[in-house]
């Protein structure tokens, strides 16, 4: 994979480095088991279901680098499964889950030159997960995952404002990513958690964090909404009518808010891509695939091809994630 500038950069993965899944299998967290299936990998963690079986791209970062290669992906920003960010662990073991995790993922970034790190914070208790960001940063990582069911929080809490503001103080990009601690009954079937059901969670999730005023009260937060913001963006004009006829209960423009947010390009339509970018502007749209999830297979190919104005999509493909990860951007001319 070139060290050159990023001119292609993926900054929505998910994998668990193996180094991890054989500390579970040791016995090193009490409150985690692991099990291996036909189908993958199954998590446990208390007070949950058993993860769904992970795919063998989970835990196989040779594969992910022979994908960012088959694919014309430069950089890879490599974050956690959202089914291992362990929020209903006790404190303490949170706080050794995510350090074990986030060291497990560094090290093998550092093995992959086109590699990165996206950490995970025990973000159920601020202060811990405020002391796992400082941890990360200077362990390389560049960005932190965070999914949007906590037990007793919402991302409006006051008590996730040490969080938003270290994040911003430490320029560490959050890519906010739609999760489930119980999958509601009506979503258990046919595929809807992920069919429609994240979309609505990440809508939700996000406007919460919009109405707390966060975005505008630290300027140097960089948020990113995950498959391209889920059902945020339709609602975007109700989401500021809801304030302007008082019922948000709102800090601060939510307008202003609401422009603050990046989004990834994992939305599987180039003419909602191109709805995107219209909306919002290429320099606030960043290339994701989710993988080895495959909703989106060719990501750069998908984002080329979306009918974008060249400029356009060289900020989408990774001139604006280059700015925010700090990679060395691509050249403003050709795609």
């Known amino acids: 994979m070139t060290r050159a500038a990023a001119r292609v950069v993926d900054v929505h993965i998910h994998t668990i480095p193996p180094a991890l899944v054989a500390a579970i299998e040791r016995g090193g967290f009490p409150s985690v088991g692991v099990t291996r299936t036909e189908r993958g990998l199954v998590f446990s963690f ?33 974050g956690p499964w959202t089914d291992l960010l362990g929020y209903t662990l006790p404190a303490g073991e949170a706080a050794v889950w995510t350090r074990a995790y986030n060291e497990a993922l560094a090290a093998a970034c550092r093995e992959h030159p086109g590699m990165v790190a996206m950490a995970t914070i025990p973000l159920p208790f601020p202060e811990g997960a405020v002391r796992e960001m400082e941890a990360a940063r200077a362990m390389g990582c560049r960005g932190i995952m965070v999914g949007t069911d906590l037990p007793g929080l919402d991302m409006d809490a006051p008590e996730l404002e040490p969080v938003w503001e270290a994040a911003a103080g430490l320029s560490l990009p959050v890519l906010i990513h739609p999760s489930f601690l119980c999958v509601p009954a009506r979503l258990q079937s046919r595929g809807l958690k992920n069919a429609v059901g994240r979309a609505g969670e990440g809508a939700v999730a996000l406007t919460r964090l919009v109405y707390s005023g966060a975005l505008v009260r630290h300027p140097g937060l960089v948020v990113v909404a995950a498959l391209g913001g889920g059902g945020l963006l339709p609602l975007w ?13 709102a800090s601060g423009d939510v307008a202003a808010s609401l422009r603050r947010l990046y989004f990834d390009s994992i939305v599987l ?48 493909l990774g001139g604006t994630a280059a700015v925010l990860y700090g990679f060395e951007p691509p050249a403003t001319a050709g795609v």
């Not at 180039?270 to 695939?289: C, Q």
């Not at 080895?292 to 060719?298: A, G, L, Y």
Request: charged share 25%; aromatic share 10%.
């Open 269 to 316: 339509d180039p003419a909602y891509l191109r709805y995107l970018v219209a909306r919002v502007g290429a320099d606030r749209v960043l290339l994701g695939s989710d993988y080895p999830f495959p909703w989106e297979p060719h990501p750069a190919a998908f984002v080329a091809g979306a009918g974008l104005d060249p400029p356009e999509a060289i900020a989408v």
């Open 46 to 78: 208390p007070g949950m279901a058993p993860s769904p079986p992970g795919p063998a791209g989970l835990a196989d970062f040779d594969r992910l680098e022979r994908f960012a290669v088959e694919e014309g992906i430069d950089r890879q920003v490599v």
């Open 237 to 249: 004009q109700r989401i500021v009518r809801n304030q302007e006829i008082g019922w948000a209960e």
